[in-house]
């Protein structure tokens, strides 16, 4: 099977890591900096249907801002949030609002989790590097090997970059976040591996305490 072009991976990994580096994330509270009426519109919207996300308006309560376009034809701009809680992303909890030129919002799409604060638990026992072991082994590949941070983002998330360890073609990214489960929330590592075995890309979740793959996605 023929390797995935080199690029493919670059672009992956600096999407994921835009959600806890790129300036332009935000918070609710402070949308108005982005000096963009949109992104307000936007951010207005949710905290007042929260209900369409599947959330109530204190699970909206941080939200960031991952990315905003707007298309020259339509002149429609596209505003993507995410969810969080106490400064952390809420794995998979993501929203995009389309707001019209004349400040109309003609599309509202995604999925927020409900309740957070409901069953919240976990503890980091776990670092970057014994998350990236706890993750080969949860989808059954090689042990790493001589794994060792090569930089590391002071922030909540710990955005961590980890070496490659035999088991990845490329640096493996790190973060912590919370992994939605059926009993609540659980603080989480999630890590991307560029399987050097194979042609995969994993995006897998394990429990930051407990080292349990929580989930993952090729």
Do not use: C, K
Not at 59 to 72: E, G, I, K, P, Q
Not at 105 to 134: C, K, N, P, Q, W
Not at 200 to 210: S, Y
């Amino acid at each position: 099977m023929s390797r995935r072009p080199p690029g493919l991976f670059l672009v992956l990994v600096a999407a994921l890591m835009a959600l806890v580096l790129v300036p332009g994330s935000m918070s609710a509270s402070d949308s108005s900096e982005s000096g963009g009426d949109e992104l307000d519109i936007a951010l207005d919207h949710v905290r007042a249907n929260a209900a369409e996300l599947g959330a109530t308006t204190a699970d909206v309560a941080d939200l960031a801002v991952t990315s905003s376009s707007r298309s020259v034809a339509s002149r429609v701009t596209h505003v993507n949030l995410n969810q969080r809680f106490r400064g952390l992303e809420v794995f998979g909890a993501y929203a995009t609002v389309n707001v019209a030129a004349d400040g109309r919002v003609i599309y509202v799409g995604g999925r927020f989790v409900s309740d957070l604060a409901a069953g919240v638990s976990g503890d980091e026992e776990l670092g970057a590097t014994g998350a990236v072991e706890a993750a080969a082994d949860g989808l059954e590949l090689d042990d790493p090997a001589n794994l060792r941070v090569l930089s590391e983002d002071g922030g909540a998330a710990q955005a961590t970059v980890v070496s490659r360890g035999g088991i990845s073609e490329e640096p493996i990214p790190a973060r912590l976040g919370w992994q939605p489960t059926a009993d609540g929330l659980r603080l989480a590592w999630q890590v991307t591996i560029d399987d050097s075995s194979d042609a995969h890309l994993w995006n897998a979740t394990v429990d930051a305490e407990t080292g349990e793959l929580l989930a993952s996605a090729d």
